[in-house]
């Protein structure tokens, strides 16, 4: 979800720039709410599972071209499926143009020895590029760059009003998702109960909703135990994903790890902190827009990062990129954001 999010920013500017455009976005169905309201873009959701090999995706092949007729074919996700989608309209005649990810740069920093741990393109950044491969050039513009629908709006707001949460401008309303879809990305869960802890402390006043999926609601209402204030964001209770956006667009600040709720933040224009470990920002997945202040990591620790997206184990057995992040470090770095924010 979060590598599909960051599609965002890119699809609004190209459709600003390039306005007699017409473009036909095949993603998976759950993700649609994310590009609401695109001019000249069509969203078309897919269940890829129905599709499964060389003759599910030439079944894909066929119903997508119904969509047709197409000029040319952007592949933004470089695996096996999308290379051999492409493959069936380059016999036809369409050119296809696919996203590089720099993968030998990406092992050069994941390496245990001789890392080469340098500034790599964010993933905005190379999306942008195979738009310019296919002669379509642009600048990402200023965000917000996800769309909140009204009925998400509305969705919101009721959530908000069950609870009796105050207005935001007489409130503080903080975020926290406290999970990822790799164990490595997550922070040890005693330490978000300590962050919950301290955030009481430190904000008396504030109000802290919680995000997860359907699987960890029940380590939300551990970790919300005791905690006044504190709200779990249940897509059922609030509308599936459109509710949590609505949601989300009127939070103060989100505290994550690097994963899909981060990105959705940053690119809904929230600040954010992301504690990140295992993996790290130059490989090209910080948050939007706030690779600096948005990031919280331990400095030159050798062996990190050790993977790009988290799914490895810890050689060093100590999880030391993440025990070494302590609780107060998040909330001393959430006073300097919002000091500035009010300095706005």
């Given at each position: 979800?979060?590598?599909?999010?960051?599609?965002?920013?890119?699809?609004?500017?190209?459709?600003?720039?390039?306005?007699?455009?017409?473009?036909?976005?095949?993603?998976?169905?759950?993700?649609?709410?994310?590009?609401?309201?695109?001019?000249?873009?069509?969203?078309?959701?897919?269940?890829?599972?129905?599709?499964?090999?060389?003759?599910?995706?030439?079944?894909?092949?066929?119903?997508?071209?119904?969509?047709?007729?197409?000029?040319?074919?952007?592949?933004?996700?470089?695996?096996?499926?999308?290379?051999?989608?492409?493959?069936?309209?380059?016999?036809?005649?369409?050119?296809?143009?696919?996203?590089?990810?720099?993968?030998?740069?990406?092992?050069?920093?994941?390496?245990?020895?001789?890392?080469?741990?340098?500034?790599?393109?964010?993933?905005?950044?190379?999306?942008?590029?195979?738009?310019?491969?296919?002669?379509?050039?642009?600048?990402?513009?200023?965000?917000?760059?996800?769309?909140?629908?009204?009925?998400?709006?509305?969705?919101a707001e009721s959530f908000y009003k069950s609870l009796a949460i105050p207005k935001k401008r007489d409130s503080l309303r903080i975020g926290f998702?406290?999970?990822?879809?790799?164990?490595?990305?997550?922070?040890?869960?005693?330490?978000?109960?300590?962050?919950?802890?301290?955030?009481?402390?430190?904000?008396?006043?504030?109000?802290?909703?919680?995000?997860g999926s359907p699987a960890e609601i029940a380590k939300l209402d551990v970790l919300k135990e005791g905690i006044e204030r504190c709200y779990i964001?249940?897509?059922?209770?609030?509308?599936?994903?459109?509710?949590?956006?609505?949601?989300?667009?009127?939070?103060?600040?989100?505290?994550?790890?690097?994963?899909?709720?981060?990105?959705?933040?940053?690119?809904?224009?929230?600040?954010?902190?992301?504690?990140?470990?295992?993996?790290?920002?130059?490989?090209?997945?910080?948050?939007?827009?706030?690779?600096?202040?948005?990031?919280?990591?331990?400095?030159?620790?050798?062996?990190?990062?050790?993977?790009?997206?988290?799914?490895?184990?810890?050689?060093?057995?100590?999880?030391?990129?993440?025990?070494?992040?302590?609780?107060?470090?998040?909330?001393?770095?959430?006073?300097?954001?919002?000091?500035?924010?009010?300095?706005?």
């Amino acid at each position: 979800m979060g590598d599909v999010v960051l599609l965002t920013p890119v699809l609004s500017a190209i459709a600003a720039e390039h306005p007699s455009l017409q473009i036909t976005f095949v993603t998976k169905g759950a993700y649609i709410p994310f590009f609401y309201n695109i001019p000249n873009v069509t969203t078309i959701g897919y269940n890829i599972q129905k599709y499964r090999g060389i003759r599910g995706i030439w079944r894909f092949y066929q119903e997508i071209n119904k969509l047709g007729p197409f000029h040319k074919i952007l592949d933004l996700h470089s695996s096996l499926r999308s290379r051999i989608l492409s493959l069936f309209y380059k016999l036809n005649g369409v050119p296809s143009f696919r996203i590089t990810k720099g993968r030998r740069e990406k092992l050069k920093q994941t390496r245990k020895k001789n890392k080469v741990l340098v500034k790599l393109p964010h993933a905005v950044d190379r999306y942008l590029r195979v738009f310019e491969k296919a002669g379509f050039d642009t600048k990402i513009r200023r965000g917000p760059w996800i769309n909140v629908n009204l009925e998400s709006k509305l969705k919101a707001e009721s959530f908000y009003k069950s609870l009796a949460i105050p207005k935001k401008r007489d409130s503080l309303r903080i975020g926290f998702a406290p999970f990822a879809g790799h164990a490595l990305k997550v922070w040890p869960f005693y330490k978000s109960i300590a962050l919950l802890k301290s955030l009481r402390k430190e904000f008396p006043n504030a109000h802290i909703f919680l995000f997860g999926s359907p699987a960890e609601i029940a380590k939300l209402d551990v970790l919300k135990e005791g905690i006044e204030r504190c709200y779990i964001v249940r897509g059922d209770t609030v509308g599936g994903l459109q509710g949590e956006l609505g949601v989300m667009e009127k939070l103060d600040i989100l505290i994550g790890m690097d994963s899909s709720n981060l990105h959705i933040a940053s690119l809904l224009n929230i600040p954010v902190i992301g504690i990140y470990g295992t993996t790290h920002p130059y490989s090209g997945f910080g948050p939007f827009r706030q690779e600096e202040s948005g990031v919280l990591q331990v400095e030159n620790l050798k062996c990190r990062p050790c993977s790009i997206y988290g799914n490895t184990t810890c050689y060093r057995k100590d999880f030391a990129c993440m025990e070494l992040i302590d609780p107060m470090d998040v909330v001393k770095r959430l006073k300097k954001i919002l000091a500035r924010k009010l300095k706005k």
